[in-house]
């Protein structure tokens, strides 16, 4: 096997230049690969991550039967809220526990009028793990205990043509579906550059949203903010044991539309991978037929000195898997080469995208690309894997030819 090895390494640079074309098509093709995958990578860690933050957690914890009624966002009042907060804090990897209460309503000004979901918070609670008050661009955040105060969207605060300072009416159902409203004051205006986001959401303190829904200390879930989202599933088992009176899941059960949109980007990366391993793979077997035919008189002669086909089968299997595996090599060095160029710019400008739907504000402004050692190894083993796959075909006919008509082959 060592000498079909360094015939195979011989072999493959006799003709250098055909060679070197096979490996540039292999290489800038895991390039493209490997930074498409930084760049889905990158992409699904921010919407992940900015997700959690603007829906208000990883894990929310329900009542009974909110899951069955989640589009209408129900008022489900919890049965011991601050039970399920002390549990929650329990949690190692937990960094906060927020009671709130989350429905629809409508907010209006004159005869201007917006359906909105009205989320009810404790602002000193979800202040320092909050994006809307990270990006207040007039005016301020709530404070605790304020009863005539609303916290809005930019996009929403210029449909309804008001400033802070302005007086709008918020409308919404109580617990018995009686219809209620109240005067407030803008207090404060947001800006994520998603108009849709902006637009659907609106922000009171809890203590008013209690008054106003009449569920006197109450709430109707319990947000829960975590170190790090790679433990979500980890706090979402641990809580599901400890409170098995409450609905606990996390928000990608809540917002299934998110993680639908990743699995998407997910298919259309593999798709295009397919497309381009497929293209490197052509380029593998067209080299190794045009050896195969170039060579038959040197496999005539290699079979007269007692080389048996399967020996010759091997020698050029060999050498179109060594094509892959230097490849695949130089491939993933230059893509990791590529990928951490582009982290250390500071990423892919994304602010053209700014305002275009949820998923892409999101992305935020700068996509940083990212990549693993699995996404790594996996695609250069792939690369190699279907180099020599590619070279079966080749080798199979340099092993099937005669001798005799080999010799005679100009």
Not at 100 to 128: C, D, F, H, L, N
Not at 150 to 178: C, M, N, P, W, Y
Not at 293 to 298: Q, S, V, W
Not at 391 to 407: D, G, H, I, M, V
């Amino acid at each position: 096997m060592t000498e079909i090895l360094k015939l195979g390494w011989r072999n493959m640079w006799r003709n250098w230049r055909r060679t070197t074309i096979a490996l540039v098509a292999i290489v800038l093709g895991l390039v493209l690969l490997l930074l498409l995958t930084g760049l889905i990578n990158g992409s699904d860690q921010a919407i992940f991550g900015n997700a959690v933050k603007i829906y208000g957690g990883a894990v929310k914890v329900h009542a009974p039967g909110y899951r069955e009624k989640l589009q209408r966002a129900p008022l489900l009042p919890l049965e011991n809220p601050d039970q399920v907060v002390q549990v929650a804090l329990a949690q190692p990897t937990v960094v906060a526990a927020a009671k709130r209460i989350y429905t629809g309503g409508i907010i209006a000004k004159g005869s201007e009028s917006q359906p909105v979901m009205i989320t009810a918070i404790q602002p000193s609670v979800e202040a320092p793990i909050s994006v809307q008050a990270a990006n207040v661009v007039e005016g301020r955040f709530l404070l605790d205990g304020e009863g005539d105060a609303v916290f809005i969207g930019k996009a929403l605060a210029d449909q309804l043509g008001v400033r802070v300072g302005d007086r709008v009416t918020l409308l919404g159902q109580s617990k018995h579906e009686t219809m209620r409203q109240r005067t407030v004051t803008v207090v404060g205006i947001y800006s994520l550059g998603a108009p849709d986001l902006e637009k659907s959401n609106v922000f009171i303190t809890l203590e008013q949203a209690q008054r106003l829904f009449n569920l006197p200390d109450q709430a109707t879930e319990v947000t829960i903010s975590l170190t790090d989202v790679a433990h979500e599933d980890a706090v979402l088992n641990a809580l599901q044991v400890a409170l098995p009176g409450y609905e606990v899941d996390s928000w990608k059960t809540l917002r299934p539309e998110i993680t639908e949109t990743m699995v998407t980007k997910q298919v259309f990366v593999t798709i295009i991978g397919v497309i381009v391993i497929m293209i490197a793979s052509i380029g593998i077997l067209n080299l190794q037929l045009m050896a195969v035919f170039e060579r038959t008189r040197e496999m005539g002669v290699l079979a007269a000195l007692g080389m048996k086909g399967r020996q010759i089968m091997a020698l050029f299997l060999v050498e179109g898997t060594l094509i892959g595996v230097v490849g695949a090599v130089v491939g993933c060095l230059a893509g990791v080469g590529v990928v951490t160029l582009i982290r250390l710019a500071g990423g892919i400008d994304f602010s053209f995208a700014t305002g275009m739907g949820e998923v892409t504000a999101l992305m935020g402004d700068h996509l940083i690309p990212s990549l693993s050692t699995l996404d790594v190894v996996s695609r250069g083993i792939i690369v190699a894997v279907i180099a020599a796959l590619a070279s079966l075909y080749p080798a199979w006919q340099a092993a099937r030819k005669e001798p005799t008509e080999a010799l005679r082959h100009l």
